[in-house]
């Protein structure tokens, strides 16, 4: 039995979580290696020190690294005592070290004024590689026998800093290289998550929040039998518990639903974290590290049919509602395609995208703070036809929300629209666009931004109050 266990920012980050840490992968038997993030925080803290050296204030920099060079001192004080404290000089050491080399490229970046994406990636790495040592520490004092592991000796990507991409193959041959033999003689690996290395051995990132990505591709390359992503919730919850006060934890996920939540804002696993581990049929779980006993989240390659048809009820706020209308549009090929290429042009993400089909109109869905940019781009686009009133006008409606059921229950389930919108309709919530998938996976809609819990709630109590409730 091999297991990848991914430990999060919150639960690396305090002496509780990390005794609890100890205990959880104590627990585990067979091979195991350990992925942990950057303390809470200290990714969000290199951000700002990056910037500030940018702006070309050194010191203000090199503040914020010495601040958190004392945060982990201070856990690590937490952690041993005074007594034990010998047991972490190693880490200690590597703490120091990593400081100074990250103040000496914070100072760089100052003189310059210049930030790289690669030196940004070299500034971000050092909470995961302060980290790391200091989890292998305690668990070895605790009498679980562990080393600390750069990444960069392990996850080969390319060299696209920020969002580097993983090269799988070179990846499996550093992996069982580099790890293997640790498993094998019971020492358990402490890998850094969220960082790799190009072929050069510069060191990269695989984007923010990737530590998961990590703990999926080395579940893959290792062939694990499971991969355990501790965070500090229970799972995925049927709806955003704030809202909903009755959200129950969903036991039971299939990669599509997980990724059509992600996608509209849910806080679990990056979509693409998950990937390499299903593709081979290895069991990801999502669980707590601070109640490790409750049952989690199971994400599965395959369809979970569990008798609901909405599985969970999800809403993204913040947006801007773009409407493009005119009895001239009709008919007009190439038309829908000058929309989105001005879109292009101006960067804008799209979230939602919703016809007519007398083609008068065409509505999107963007961020807020890009909906006027956006209006002004397609009013230029569209200068001919506003004139020949062939487009009447380019609106815009914001705030607005997207509100999402998700189920794979829903697929082929007759009526799910129709009770979706009568709940709505009961809790006087006015629907300005609908979106379905062909999929049938999902059914989107937008509403006014004041109007988005209201209908999280309806939508929900329709789904999960009544006989379909899964087990
Ligand atoms: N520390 C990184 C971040 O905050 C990676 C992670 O937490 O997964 O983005
Ligand atoms: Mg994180």
Do not use: W
């Not at 990056?50 to 958190?68: K, M, S, V, Y």
């Not at 190009?198 to 290792?222: C, H, K």
């Not at 036809?385 to 007759?414: F, K, N, T």
Request: hydrophobic share 45%; charged share 20%.
């Amino acid at each position: 039995m091999r297991t990848i266990l991914k430990f999060g920012g919150t639960s690396v980050a305090t002496k509780a979580a990390l005794d609890a840490l100890v205990r959880i992968v104590a627990e585990v038997s067979g091979e195991r290696a350990v992925v942990v993030s950057a303390t809470a925080g200290t990714t969000d803290a290199l951000v700002s020190a990056a910037e500030i050296a940018r702006n070309g204030d050194g010191p203000g920099a090199e503040r914020i690294a010495r601040e958190l060079e004392a945060k982990h001192r201070a856990l690590v004080v937490d952690l041993f005592g005074r007594d034990e404290l010998p047991a972490a000089m190693e880490a200690v050491r590597e703490l120091s070290a990593i400081t100074e080399r990250t103040i000496e490229l914070l100072h760089s970046v100052a003189l310059l004024h210049e930030l790289t994406a690669r030196t940004r990636d070299a500034i971000l790495s050092y909470g995961e590689r302060v980290c790391a040592p200091v989890v292998a520490a305690l668990l070895s004092a605790r009498g679980v026998p562990a080393t600390a592991v750069s990444a960069a000796t392990v996850i080969a990507t390319d060299g696209q800093f920020g969002n580097a991409n993983p090269r799988l193959e070179e990846t499996r041959t550093q992996a069982l290289a580099v790890l293997a033999p640790l498993l094998v003689k019971g020492t358990v690996p402490v890998v850094t998550g969220f960082i790799g290395a190009t072929g050069d051995g510069v060191i990269t990132t695989l984007g923010r929040g990737a530590s998961d990505y990590t703990a999926g591709i080395l579940a893959a390359v290792l062939d694990a039998d499971q991969c355990l992503i501790y965070t500090d919730v229970s799972g995925v919850m049927s709806a955003d518990p704030r809202t909903v006060k009755d959200a129950r934890p969903l036991p039971m996920l299939s990669y599509a639903e997980m990724a059509e939540l992600a996608y509209f804002g849910a806080k679990i696993l990056h979509p693409r974290a998950v990937l390499p581990a299903l593709e081979k049929r290895i069991p990801v779980r999502i669980l707590n590290t601070f109640a490790p006993a409750d049952h989690g989240t199971t994400i599965s390659g395959s369809a979970v049919l569990d008798g609901s048809v909405v599985k969970a009820t999800t809403s993204l706020g913040g947006l801007g509602l773009v409407t493009v209308q005119g009895v001239g549009m009709s008919g007009v090929p190439g038309f829908a395609a000058r929309v989105f290429d001005t879109c292009a042009a101006e960067n804008v993400s799209v979230l939602m995208i919703s016809q007519s089909s007398s083609e008068n109109s065409i509505c999107l869905v963007v961020p807020e703070d890009a909906s006027g940019r956006l209006r002004t781009a397609l009013e230029l686009m569209f200068r001919a036809e506003l004139q020949r009133h062939d487009v009447e006008r380019v609106s815009v409606e914001a705030p607005v929300a997207i509100v999402a059921a998700v189920g794979e229950g829903m697929r082929g389930a007759p009526g799910v629209a129709g009770r979706v919108f009568g709940a709505l309709g009961r809790a006087g919530v006015n629907v300005m666009a609908i979106a379905q998938g062909s999929s049938e996976l999902n059914i989107s809609l937008v509403v006014a931004e004041r109007d988005r819990d209201g209908a999280v709630l309806a939508i929900h109590g329709e789904f999960h109050s009544g006989s379909d409730r899964p087990a």
